[in-house]
């Protein structure tokens, strides 16, 4: 039997459409119950676009034809949807139909945890049947191996389930675990020596004589990454690489190049990412078993600044978590785990280089927090703002009472998920300071909501009007704000070949929005219309009303900062020219 549909009504996932169906007939356990199935569309696109337009049997026009028809069907209500005993059956107009066990189909008010597992590996299964349309056989085969891949992990994730004790003394989470089953992704050890003495060695005080890596005492603690005992030969050995050297070594040369920046304002996250796992979009911001830029500038400035030491944070347990908040990031063009360590970058530059340590009562707690809150403040961002929540009425917009929707999703999630233990970072601090910490972090991530940025400015403003001494700790507390927010929107004062990365980045999510919008019939967003393209209108108004009034501001604070008007001013022009 058909039922009706309702699209958007929750946005969990980036591309994911999460239909709510209502009024279910002809099951008795769901009739009259809203239920939801996630049906992962544009998270397929992503992982399989490229084998698509690499074949050479597709130009990607025929693949583009098929993701074309099946959005198109969901937009305009023209899929149909019947109901058995023990299936749901899907069938999009000019793709084809595909089946979803009724077990695999929860009602609303009872979803926990990540159901759709089961459903996603059958939309993977889907697309290798659809592949073999328009792909060689090359092709499909590593496709297929994705596909048995991602059957195993759902195998392995029910048998979790099925084997777990359900303890009602043991903690539950009422958030997606991005790394389920796991905990930490499999980092290459080396590596993460060769970061940790690059950034660590001239201020730990046994540099000279580093700890060994085994441990035979007690071989079932954690494994902590230690400094290598001859950083020196290792070095060498990296700086010497070649193209004929194995490519670990490559890896290791292109990571040690880029955090040779990383006190600088030019550091490349491009540069990192892609040293990591190969590119900055699609597979490349979703398979990252070795971690990728966000985990490394984390794991390098956490260190820089001792506050694994200072608060005795166990060196796996900051791994698992460096882990687990990439891993939470979508691969949006825009706001995903790059885009989060390049504000935490500018966060650390602005403490160190840009002179905020000098200037204001900064303690450690503060820059724990001010770290912390830089690598998770778009956690979980579905690559769509604020304004598009509230419009279309979604969960995440009633759940938190169109205030803050997105900004207060992405600090709750992270730190419900440290509820588990093996992510409490912050499991050794006293819990005075545990509440000071999470009161800080979550006053920054607020501030980066852009509905809060005429208030914060003015209230700083008015702040060093009275005086230049911020030695309170709400005077603190708001200096920090204004350095989440100057991290969050330095795109525009960075040298012009990073600048206009990020500029390609923004507009292609942004026009992502804008087919959303139109798709719901809904007004299309400013500057996300891309049939009226107006790029370079948008970034000059958003530099000049901005970006420059606040770095203004804050480089009267913070002299040293002034340079970056100068890179803006400069972009600016950018766009002023013929083009």
């Given at each position: 039997m058909s039922c009706a549909m309702k699209l958007f009504t929750r946005v969990d996932t980036p591309g994911a459409l999460v239909v709510s169906l209502i009024s279910v007939e002809g099951d008795e356990n769901y009739s009259g119950k809203s239920v939801h199935i996630s049906v992962a569309l544009d998270d397929a696109a992503r992982m399989y676009g490229k084998e698509f337009k690499e074949s050479e049997a597709c130009s990607g026009q025929d693949w583009m034809a098929v993701t074309s028809s099946m959005r198109d069907a969901f937009v305009h209500n023209t899929c149909s949807l019947a109901c058995s005993g023990t299936t749901v059956k899907l069938t999009v107009p000019k793709v084809g139909?595909?089946?979803?066990?009724?077990?695999?189909?929860?009602?609303?008010?009872?979803?926990?945890?990540?159901?759709?597992?089961?459903?996603?590996?059958?939309?993977?299964?889907?697309?290798?049947?659809?592949?073999?349309l328009f792909m060689n056989r090359d092709k499909q085969s590593v496709l297929e191996r994705k596909v048995d891949s991602a059957e195993k992990e759902a195998e392995n994730y029910r048998v979790q389930l099925n084997n777990s004790n359900h303890n009602p003394d043991e903690i539950q989470v009422c958030v997606r675990n991005?790394?389920?089953?796991?905990?930490?992704?499999?980092?290459?050890?080396?590596?993460?020596?060769?970061?940790?003495?690059?950034?660590?060695?001239?201020?730990?005080?046994?540099?000279?004589?580093?700890?060994?890596?085994?441990?035979?005492?007690d071989p079932k603690r954690c494994v902590e990454v230690m400094l290598p005992q001859d950083y020196a030969a290792l070095k060498a050995e990296v700086l010497a690489a070649n193209p004929a050297s194995p490519p670990e070594m490559l890896q290791y040369k292109a990571v040690h190049s880029a955090l040779t920046h990383l006190d600088e304002w030019e550091y490349d996250v491009f540069a990192m990412q892609t040293a990591m796992s190969g590119g900055v979009l699609g597979d490349a911001l979703t398979y990252m078993p070795q971690g990728g830029c966000l985990a490394v500038t984390a794991f390098a400035l956490f260190h820089k600044y001792g506050l694994l030491r200072q608060y005795e944070i166990d060196e796996q347990t900051f791994l698992n978590w460096c882990s687990v908040v990439e891993s939470g990031y979508h691969p949006n063009p825009y706001h995903n785990s790059v885009h989060a360590a390049d504000v935490l970058h500018i966060t650390h530059y602005v403490l160190s280089k840009g002179g905020l340590q000098e200037t204001v009562s900064i303690q450690q707690e503060d820059i724990f927090s001010a770290l912390f809150a830089a690598a998770i403040h778009d956690y979980n961002h579905p690559g769509i703002n604020n304004n598009f929540h509230i419009q279309a009425r979604t969960y995440l917009a009633t759940l938190?009472?169109?205030?803050?929707?997105?900004?207060?999703?992405?600090?709750?999630?992270?730190?419900?998920?440290?509820?588990?233990?093996?992510?409490?970072?912050?499991?050794?601090?006293?819990?005075?300071?545990?509440?000071?910490?999470?009161?800080?972090?979550?006053?920054?991530?607020?501030a980066t909501d852009m509905a809060m940025h005429a208030k914060i400015v003015a209230t700083f403003k008015r702040k060093l009007f009275e005086t230049r001494q911020l030695s309170r700790k709400e005077d603190v507390r708001l200096a920090l704000q204004v350095t989440l927010k100057i991290a969050d929107i330095s795109n525009c004062c960075r040298p012009h070949n990073l600048y206009i990365n990020w500029c390609n980045h923004i507009t292609d999510e942004f026009y992502l929005q804008g087919d959303r919008e139109r798709g719901l019939g809904h007004a299309v967003s400013p500057f996300m219309d891309r049939f009226d393209p107006t790029v370079a209108k948008g970034q000059i108004a958003f530099m000049s009303y901005v970006v420059i009034p606040l770095f203004e501001c804050f480089s009267e604070f913070l002299p040293k900062l002034v340079f970056t008007i100068d890179h803006c001013n400069k972009n600016k022009a950018f766009w002023a020219e013929p083009q």
């Open positions: 139909s595909f089946t979803i066990p009724t077990t695999d189909v929860r009602p609303t008010e009872e979803a926990r945890g990540p159901p759709e597992v089961v459903i996603q590996t059958q939309m993977l299964t889907q697309m290798a049947n659809w592949s073999a991005p790394l389920a089953p796991h905990y930490c992704r499999e980092f290459d050890l080396k590596l993460l020596q060769m970061i940790k003495a690059q950034v660590a060695l001239s201020d730990d005080p046994d540099a000279d004589e580093p700890n060994n890596l085994d441990d035979e005492e938190f009472n169109d205030k803050h929707v997105l900004e207060n999703m992405h600090v709750s999630s992270v730190f419900e998920l440290m509820k588990m233990p093996q992510y409490d970072i912050c499991k050794s601090m006293d819990d005075e300071t545990k509440r000071s910490v999470k009161d800080t972090i979550t006053e920054l991530v607020l």
